[in-house]
């Protein structure tokens, strides 16, 4: 079973940026597409970034060209790096694999606003 540990979020102005990390245990990021996920206020679960066999990677039209997924194998973590923050993107992000959802993790905050 996996376990996602997801930190890095906080209160941000909007065009400001931030990295979330994930640390995950019990599955090797390497193989699996690991992804990126948010819950905006008062709505459901959306995918937002992801990797698709081992090194290709996709994204939401809404963060394009302004989110960037990376993983570290050796310290089987994922990463999120955030530019351009608009308001919109306020929400908790999580960690997962969208084929074979594991149990959540408790997610991490990202507030945009001035």
């Known amino acids: 079973q996996a376990q996602f540990v997801e930190s890095g979020g906080g209160l941000v102005q909007p065009g400001g940026s931030l990295r979330l990390s994930c640390v995950v245990s019990?599955?090797?990021?390497?193989?699996?597409?690991m992804a990126w996920f948010r819950q905006p206020p008062g709505k459901g679960r959306e995918l937002v970034a992801r990797f698709e066999r081992i090194s290709d990677t996709s994204y939401a039209d809404s963060v394009k060209a302004r989110f960037t997924i990376s993983r570290d194998n050796a310290k089987n973590a994922v990463y999120l790096q955030m530019n351009s923050l608009e308001p919109e993107d306020t929400a908790i992000y999580y960690c997962?694999?969208?084929?074979?959802?594991?149990?959540w993790g408790r997610g991490t905050q990202v507030t945009v606003s001035s």
């Open positions: 019990g599955v090797p990021v390497l193989f699996y597409n």
């Open positions: 997962n694999v969208p084929e074979t959802p594991f149990t």
